[in-house]
Nanobody, 122 residues
Framework: QVQLVESGGGLVQAGGSLRLSCAAS????????MAWFRQAPGKERGFVAG??????HYADSVKGRFTISRDNAKNTVYLQMNVLKPEDTAVYYC?????????????????WGQGTLVTVSS
């Protein structure tokens, strides 16, 4: 089992920045692909960013504004979010899958955190 705990969400004005953290524990592995998803009210959970040994991947809506990174020594994945927009408002979830390839569908991930709310005011 892998446990994931997100932190760093909050309220920020448009144009501001936030950094989300996802701390992993349990049967973790630096080879697991990790990702961030988000879900706004009334919408489906969607892919935001992913990271694996082969590199990083981003949704078109966040390219150039968000950066995903990981610190394997700390078993932690980060999502640096800059130039935030009101449409970025959502609950952000950290996810892990026990393969080395990032997937873009939430159904491909084995483990999930509880989510952290990000609210961007206009």
């Amino acid at each position: 089992q892998v446990q994931l705990v997100e932190s760093g969400g909050g309220l920020v004005q448009a144009g501001g920045s936030l950094r989300l953290s996802c701390a992993a524990s349990g049967r973790t592995s630096s080879s697991y692909a990790m990702a961030w998803f988000r879900q706004a009210p009334g919408k489906e959970r969607g892919f935001v960013a992913g990271i694996s040994w082969s590199g990083t991947h981003y949704a078109d809506s966040v390219k150039g504004r968000f950066t995903i990174s990981r610190d394997n020594a700390k078993n932690t994945v980060y999502l640096q979010m800059n130039v935030l927009k009101p449409e970025d408002t959502a609950v952000y979830y950290c996810a892990a899958r026990t393969t080395v390839v990032v997937a873009f569908s939430s159904y491909e991930y084995n483990y999930w955190g509880q989510g952290t709310l990000v609210t961007v005011s206009s």
